[in-house]
């Protein structure tokens, strides 16, 4: 059974940090490239970040630019997003994906909330 399991949110400060993490199982993990998708409340999905198979290659999006990092360790099928700085506009449930041509798998998602 495919499964991503994401973790590591919760509560900060406007400043603060959080380190998300997305467990992996099911599925050859190295073959995938991994993301980061987060949607607001009231609002639609938003893509963070991604990385490549080999973590060589990562992406962001303009919004957390100089702010959050994607990486991941292949050995224990885990791909983290490392958020430092956070704003309120950051307030969303982070859901992780595996995706390759054709394929898509997602988490259930983890909430972070960041107070003003």
């Known amino acids: 059974e495919v499964q991503l399991v994401e973790s590591g949110g919760g509560m900060v400060q406007f400043g603060g940090s959080l380190r998300l993490s997305c467990a992996a199982s099911g599925f050859t993990f190295s073959n995938y490239d991994m993301s980061w998708v987060r949607q607001a409340p009231g609002k639609g999905p938003e893509w963070v970040s991604a990385i490549n198979t080999g973590g060589a290659l990562t992406y962001y999006a303009d919004s957390v630019k100089g702010r959050f990092t994607i990486s991941r360790d292949n050995a224990k099928n885990t791909v983290y997003l490392q958020m430092n700085n956070l704003k309120p506009e950051d307030t969303a449930v982070y859901y992780c994906?595996?995706?390759?041509?054709?394929?898509?798998?997602w988490g259930k998602g983890t909430l972070v909330t960041v107070s003003s």
């Open positions: 994906n595996a995706h390759k041509v054709g394929i898509r798998y």
